[in-house]
């Protein structure tokens, strides 16, 4: 399964291509089934429905632990460093996180989880973070992770769309100098969500806490009643693994839905090549240490399922780049050998905004592969990783793929492809990318660029989005036929090389999270005194992508002070959405631009937000073309 070559790399594609379900049935075969799968592939895109080994049985947990244990049992398979360097970290090897994965499951049993139960995760990045998550796939229960980041009103909202019944949490999480009550946050949720019968509390910060008799246990004590004996559940391979919340162009956030057996074959697979972990092990296993949260799905695939499913040693890191000081993942780095650093482009931002001092200090010399993931990659950032980082000899694997895609799709094989700055270069084998313009004509050739498409099931593919199968089809299947389309715009250069050149929908990537303008206009429109907003994107040296609210306010009392009803604005944005969903820069305006049917002309506006008022296009459509020019004189971009 591992490819080392250039060589093998087009050996696999061409045979990806030409016999996709033996090229997959192959590598499937490697892992432990409870019962074979029948047919490999079904598939169509029309409605949409794919089905990876069909019929066959497995669960994705004694391929991420039992079947590791003989060999490598003793090995680390998480190393978790908290927030706090002088707190002592934990190292869990594979035996002792198959005990506590076991012991958890168990827990969950005795509070009423079962078989196709969902169940929501709300955690710091602990250890007990990844051992839930496991003991959720151990008894074949649906998790669905929310990002520690997310407010009360997210939570609820993601909790009722998948009807969970219980709710995994902390008393409180640390993330650098802060303390952030996140059962404080939980129980606000569960004013608004009957579904919920147990919440189960982690003990991590020790701040007080309310515990509700009947519903609220400490996971401690429910741990000290349980054995760690807990056989795994057989699970289908198209049985619903997990659930993760995603925004897109228009309203509330999507719950993507992952299934068993084909997401454990992908992301094992992509782990191991595009990072060429050495799965040697023995006395010093390499050691991957992703700088996702598993509130996103670069946790999920590369922290959790993909790392331990190849017997590999993940690292979990509790804290922030900046915290105590701006040379925290180097000291992590040196203190563990690390071997592979995945993080995002907005991290290596704005770590290069401190200067060198503290990347000169540390050895880095254990560093072999660096990726990069969430966001495109600019040329600076780019060299500053593989100057400062890699030292010129670590290859940078910068992956293209997203929530739906469940693994990589784009991306160089490290040390395989040759890598060229701010392209994520070759489909991986099984992936088969192709460009279209706006009436979904496929664009040959190379020196190209269109919309990115994918025209051929790979096994991680995104099964439905849950409780609205309509929705899966509508947003992914229906805007070119016979297509999954990305919602990103994509240049295929000279040498056939890809590059992503970002979102075409209104997505905003902002520091790596996807964002809704929908989503945020929502939020602001629900203070007080707002009639209406817009949001766009607009560049930010170190998020990417900043957020600009244009916002429509009542009539103001002639004392008001603007300033402080911005204030308010994000606090509102806060409340409902979250922290990173708060605009960067509001500008007050009296209109928008609006065409006569009323679409506002975001077009107009992201280009008053980047700067760029010479070239505003075509206003005449406008149904009160006046309103540019006020907007453009009370525009707030740095001269
Ligand atoms: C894994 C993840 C997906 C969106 C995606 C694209 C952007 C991700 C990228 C990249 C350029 C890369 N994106 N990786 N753009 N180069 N290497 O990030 O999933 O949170 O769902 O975001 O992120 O725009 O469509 P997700």
């Known amino acids: ?19 996709p379900e033996g090229f997959w049935a192959e590598i499937a075969q490697e892992f432990v089934w409870r019962k074979p799968w029948k047919k490999t592939l079904q598939w169509n895109f029309d409605e949409p429905s794919v089905q990876w080994f069909i019929g066959g049985k497995l669960n994705i947990t004694e391929n991420c632990l039992d079947r590791h244990l003989a060999e490598r049992g003793d090995q680390p398979a998480i190393i978790w460093e908290p927030n706090d360097p002088h707190e002592t970290g934990v190292t869990l090897t594979y035996r002792m996180l198959h005990d506590q994965v076991c012991r ?35 008894i074949g229960a649906v998790h669905s992770v929310v990002f520690g980041g997310f407010s009360a009103q997210s939570i609820a909202d993601r909790i009722n769309d998948a009807q969970c019944k219980v709710v995994i949490t902390a008393d409180g999480a640390y993330r650098g100098n802060k303390e952030i009550a996140l059962k404080e946050t939980v129980d606000d ?24 008799k009947g519903r609220d246990v400490w996971m401690e004590q429910e741990l000290k009643l349980v054995t760690a004996d807990c ?63 598993i509130g996103w799905i670069t946790g999920h695939s590369y922290i959790v399922y993909g790392p331990l499913a190849c017997g590999a040693t993940t690292l979990l890191f509790e804290g922030i780049p900046t915290w105590p000081d701006n040379g925290r993942f180097w000291d992590i780095v040196d203190k563990y050998k690390i071997d592979i650093l995945y993080t995002a482009p907005t991290a290596i931002r704005s770590l290069m905004s401190f200067g060198l001092e503290k990347v000169e200090n540390h050895d880095l010399s254990s560093l072999k592969v660096l990726g990069s993931v969430g966001e495109p990659i600019n040329e600076e950032a780019w060299h500053w990783y593989d100057d400062h980082i890699g030292k010129n000899r670590c290859p940078i694997v910068d992956t293209w793929w997203q929530t739906e895609t469940g693994g990589i799709m784009i991306s160089p094989i490290a040390g395989v492809t040759k890598t060229k700055p701010t392209y994520a270069t070759l489909p991986l084998p099984g992936v088969q990318p192709i460009l279209v313009d706006e009436n979904g004509q496929e664009i040959e050739g190379n020196g190209v660029s269109g919309n990115l498409c994918i025209k051929f099931p790979w096994p991680a593919i995104i099964r439905t989005t849950y409780g609205d199968h309509e929705r899966c089809r509508q947003t992914y299947f229906s805007t070119y ?3 999954y389309f990305t919602g990103d715009g994509c240049l295929r250069d000279e040498d056939g090389y890809y590059r992503i050149t970002g979102r075409v929908d209104d997505v905003l990537n902002v520091s790596g999270h996807r964002i809704g303008t929908a989503e945020v206009e929502n939020a602001i429109n629900m203070h007080t005194g707002v009639v209406e907003s817009a949001v766009v994107g607009y560049p930010h040296d170190i998020k990417g992508q900043g957020i600009y609210a244009y916002v429509i306010a009542e009539q103001m009392p002639e004392d008001h002070d603007a300033e402080l009803t911005k204030r308010d604005i994000l606090a509102t944005v806060s409340r409902v959405i979250g922290p990173i969903a708060k ?13 006569r049917s009323g679409k506002i002309m975001r077009r107009i506006l992201r280009k008053i937000a980047e700067g760029d008022t010479a070239n505003l296009g ?16 009370g525009a707030l971009v740095e001269a």
């Not at 955690?123 to 973070?129: A, I």
């Not at 993507?256 to 296993?285: E, I, L, R, W």
């Open 481 to 483: 036929k016979g297509l």
């Open 583 to 595: 605009p960067d820069k509001i500008q007050f305006v009296t209109g928008l631009p609006k065409t």
């Open 1 to 19: 399964m591992l490819i080392r070559t250039f060589d093998q790399y087009q050996a696999a594609y061409q045979h990806s291509i030409e016999d």
């Open 189 to 212: 949720a569960l004013i608004a969500c009957p579904s919920v019968q147990k919440v189960i509390v982690l003990t991590r910060t020790r701040t007080p806490v309310s515990m509700i």
């Open 104 to 138: 958890m499951a168990n827990v969950l049993k005795r509070n009423g989880v079962a078989k196709g139960d969902r169940v929501c995760i709300y955690m710091p990045m602990v250890p007990e973070l990844a051992i839930s998550v496991l003991a959720c796939a151990r």
């Open 231 to 293: 056989p795994a559940e057989e699970m289908d391979a198209e049985d619903i693994l997990f659930i993760l919340y995603t925004s897109g162009s228009t309203g509330k956030p999507k719950g993507v839905v992952h299934t068993c057996g084909g997401y454990m074959v992908y992301t094992a697979y992509t782990f191991q090549n595009v990072f060429q972990y050495d799965t040697a092990g023995g006395a010093s296993p390499q050691v991957h240490f992703c700088t996702a949260d």
């Open 618 to 633: 075509d206003t005449t459509t406008l149904l009160d073309p006046g309103v540019v020019d006020e907007i453009k004189a």
